[in-house]
């Protein structure tokens, strides 16, 4: 052996086993690192995804007309555009390539890139409907024909948001686990409401850019909150509204109880006969609102009208005191004939009381319709004269129709479709509820009758059923030195200053069954009004006292929810369920 060969160093082989644990210790910490990475990406695509969520959720609550105008909605829809598709780019990193080709983490891969890439269209498509929306309600809009133009531009784009919305592909919905097939859910859920409030938007604008087009008649019923009805103040007065080439003219306003409908010339038939006949609503106009059903009541004065006047009507809309005030807002204040001044802060006062400070019963009411009728009519005469935006008017109107404080009916069946679609037909669904004081004392004293509703549901082990109770707390607050239009007595009921007498009506779903009054109190009406059940019973509250009325009933086992309905109240029916408070201002679901 050379010298050289002594001194190279003899190699070394690792045995096979050794060799093995170290490849795949390598394999091991390539993995382990490609995990890590994949764990990376997924992160930070969530947090994208779910800051851009945030985005959405903050500019859904920015879309109102005057948000619009602002560009309220705009910036954070463009930033959830730019996260989600960052998301998606993330989502669809080479790294994720491996998952891709399994067959059930694959499916879900695939299932969370396609939503976060339909979320960012649905956020493109959101900056380009708001940037639209954003110019037709900024430019200035004069009287007549304008208005029509933008209302028919608002509707088209509302079509066009919606048919690009339905052209995303939303990606695989089945077998998907749990978190995944949840959010998927979500998003279609979203989607599909997000399309659904767009199609309903176009048809009322489409609808009520056909009624400012005209020319056509509409009966006007102007209700008085100070004397409730169910969801609505009591039918005190009626115009005739015409409109033609985009501008309305009230004329004609008259007491509603000089123009009664005579005895059966106008038939009542079906649940509002059977529950409320005996109170004539087809005769009395401040009987109309009995059944909060303005689907119903919307027809009934339509025919009550032409028996009366001999004049056919194209459709019904009632306003209230809340809708003067809502318009005053948009057109400023106005000034009658006697020179009172009257604006958005002091119309609900002067309508609900001030109107009638002074008057007793043996007054003519003449000056106090014609003073309702001038305030109607000065409204709409600047809302026609003046060079309004549309902003604001689409703000007042969703502010008015939101609490049944405008509701409307169409003898139309497309246009009373839109008014259905879009909230302001004041029709019940089968998942209605409602507690309504309809005032029978001939005053003026729901202003100062304070209504609470507490709502208490409880299953019960022995029937399966859920037991539920409805607590009604009535408190008079009725101050002294009131005039007796307004405190009464009414003459020939036998009540006192200040006493409230009517019915206390509640509608339930007509999956509540065994309706009653807790005590053995009186029942008055007891059955199925439209798609809901209503009872009705007596109250009797003095001034300064309080009266507490129980409904009971029951709920088939297990989940469910009901749609609390605007009572329309000037101070709102206040509800207490499991902790909660909440207010009937507007509509809002509570659920077991």
């Given at each position: 052996?050379?010298g050289?060969?002594?001194?190279?160093?003899r190699?070394?082989?690792?045995?096979w086993?050794?060799r093995?644990?170290?490849?795949w210790s390598?394999?091991g910490a390539?993995?382990?690192?490609?995990?890590?990475?994949v764990?990376?990406?997924l992160?930070?695509?969530?947090s994208?995804a779910s800051?851009a969520?945030?985005e959405?959720?903050?500019a859904?609550?920015n879309?109102?007309?005057?948000d619009?105008?602002?560009?309220?909605?705009?910036?954070?829809?463009?930033?959830?555009?730019?996260?989600?598709?960052?998301?998606?780019s993330?989502?669809?990193s080479?790294?994720?390539a491996?998952i891709d080709?399994?067959?059930v983490?694959?499916?879900?891969?695939?299932?969370?890139?396609?939503?976060?890439?339909a979320a960012?269209?649905?956020?493109?498509?959101?900056?380009t409907?708001?940037?639209?929306?954003?110019t037709?309600?900024?430019?200035?809009h004069?009287?007549?024909?304008?208005?029509?133009?933008?209302?028919?531009?608002?509707?088209?784009?509302?079509?066009?948001?919606?048919a690009?919305l339905a052209?995303?592909?939303?990606?695989?919905a089945?077998a998907?686990?749990?978190?995944?097939?949840s959010k998927h859910?979500?998003?279609i859920?979203?989607?599909?409401?997000?399309?659904?409030?767009?199609?309903?938007a176009?048809?009322?604008?489409?609808a009520?850019?056909?009624i400012?087009?005209?020319?056509?008649?509409y009966?006007i019923?102007?209700?008085?909150?100070?004397?409730?009805?169910?969801?609505?103040?009591?039918?005190?007065?009626?115009g005739?509204l015409?409109?033609?080439?985009?501008?309305l003219?009230?004329?004609?306003?008259?007491?509603?109880s000089?123009?009664?409908?005579?005895?059966?010339?106008?038939v009542?038939?079906g649940d509002?006969?059977t529950?409320?006949?005996?109170?004539?609503?087809?005769?009395?106009w401040?009987?109309?609102?009995?059944?909060?059903?303005?689907?119903?009541?919307?027809?009934?004065?339509a025919?009550?009208?032409?028996?009366?006047?001999?004049?056919?009507v194209?459709g019904?809309?009632a306003?209230?005191?809340?809708?003067?005030?809502?318009?005053l807002?948009?057109?400023?204040?106005?000034?009658?004939?006697?020179?009172?001044?009257?604006n958005?802060?002091?119309v609900?006062q002067?309508?609900?009381h001030?109107?009638?400070?002074?008057?007793?019963d043996s007054?003519?009411?003449?000056?106090r319709?014609?003073r309702?009728?001038?305030?109607a009519?000065?409204?709409?005469?600047?809302l026609?004269?003046?060079?309004?935006?549309?902003?604001?008017?689409?703000?007042?109107m969703?502010?008015?129709?939101?609490?049944?404080?405008?509701?409307l009916?169409?003898?139309?069946p497309?246009?009373?479709?839109?008014w259905q679609a879009?909230?302001?037909?004041g029709?019940?669904?089968s998942?209605?509820?409602m507690?309504?004081?309809i005032?029978?004392?001939?005053?003026k004293?729901?202003?100062?009758?304070?209504?609470?509703a507490?709502l208490s549901?409880?299953?019960?082990s022995?029937?399966?059923?859920t037991?539920?109770s409805?607590?009604?707390?009535?408190?008079?607050?009725?101050?002294?030195g009131q005039?007796?239009?307004i405190?009464?007595?009414?003459?020939?009921?036998?009540?006192?200053?200040?006493?409230?007498?009517g019915?206390?009506a509640?509608?339930?779903?007509?999956?509540?069954s065994?309706?009653?009054?807790?005590?053995?109190?009186?029942?008055?009406?007891?059955?199925?009004?439209?798609?809901?059940?209503?009872?009705?019973t007596?109250?009797d509250?003095?001034a300064?006292?309080t009266?507490?009325?129980?409904?009971?009933?029951?709920?088939?086992?297990?989940?469910?929810?009901?749609?609390v309905?605007?009572s329309?109240r000037?101070a709102?029916v206040s509800?207490?369920y499991?902790g909660?408070?909440?207010?009937?201002a507007?509509?809002?679901?509570?659920?077991w």
């Open positions: 052996m050379s050289s060969d002594q001194r190279r160093p190699r070394r082989h690792l045995p086993s050794r093995k644990k170290l490849i390598a394999v390539v993995v382990v690192l490609w995990l890590i990475a764990a990376v990406v992160a930070m695509g969530i994208d800051h969520t945030a959405v959720n903050a859904k609550n879309l109102s007309a005057a619009l105008v602002s560009g309220g909605p705009g910036p954070q829809l463009r930033a959830a555009a730019a996260e989600f598709t960052r998301a998606k993330l989502l669809d080479p790294l994720l491996p080709i399994l067959p983490l694959g499916r879900q891969l695939r299932s969370v890139q396609d939503l976060a890439g960012a269209q649905v956020s493109n498509i959101g900056v409907a708001v940037t639209e929306a954003k037709v309600l900024d430019a200035p004069q009287a007549g024909t304008d208005r029509i133009t933008a209302l028919h531009r608002l509707a088209l784009l509302g079509q066009l948001t919606d690009a052209k995303i592909d939303t990606g695989p089945h998907l686990i749990g978190p995944v097939a859910d979500d998003f859920r979203q989607l599909d409401q997000t399309r659904t409030k767009l199609q309903h176009s048809a009322v604008a489409t009520v850019a056909g400012l087009q005209g020319p056509d008649q009966l019923l102007m209700g008085n909150n100070a004397e409730m009805r169910a969801g609505s103040g009591a039918y005190l007065e009626a005739l015409t409109t033609a080439n985009g501008e003219h009230l004329s004609g306003v008259v007491p509603t000089g123009i009664p409908a005579k005895p059966g010339a106008v009542v038939t509002l006969q529950n409320w006949g005996w109170l004539l609503p087809g005769v009395d401040r009987n109309l609102g009995l059944t909060a059903q303005f689907d119903v009541t919307g027809p009934l004065a025919s009550m009208w032409q028996s009366v006047t001999g004049q056919h194209a019904v809309l306003v209230d005191v809340d809708t003067l005030r809502q318009f807002q948009v057109t400023g204040p106005v000034t009658l004939p006697d020179g009172t001044s009257l958005a802060d002091n609900v002067y309508l609900t001030d109107q009638y400070a002074g008057l007793t007054d003519t009411s003449k000056v319709v014609d309702l009728g001038a305030i009519t000065a409204s709409l005469d600047a026609n004269n003046e060079s309004l935006d549309l902003k604001s008017l689409a703000d007042a969703t502010s008015a129709t939101s609490g049944r404080h405008l509701l009916w169409s003898a139309d497309a246009a009373e479709s839109a879009g909230g302001v037909g029709q019940l669904s998942n209605s509820a507690v309504a004081l005032n029978r004392g001939g005053n004293l729901d202003q100062y009758l304070s209504v609470q507490d549901l409880t299953p019960s022995g029937s399966g059923a037991r539920g409805l607590t009604v707390d009535l408190q008079n607050q009725t101050p002294p005039s007796q239009f405190a009464g007595p009414y003459p020939g009921l036998g009540t006192s200053y200040g006493e409230y007498v019915l206390l509640v509608n339930l779903p007509p999956r509540a065994h309706l009653q009054v807790a005590g053995g109190a009186p029942v008055d009406v007891l059955g199925a009004e439209g798609p809901v059940w209503v009872l009705a007596p109250v509250v003095h300064g006292a009266q507490q009325i129980v409904v009971t009933f029951e709920l088939p086992a297990g989940h469910g929810s009901m749609t309905v605007p329309a000037l709102p509800w207490h499991r909660a408070v909440h207010s009937d507007t509509a809002f679901n509570l659920s």
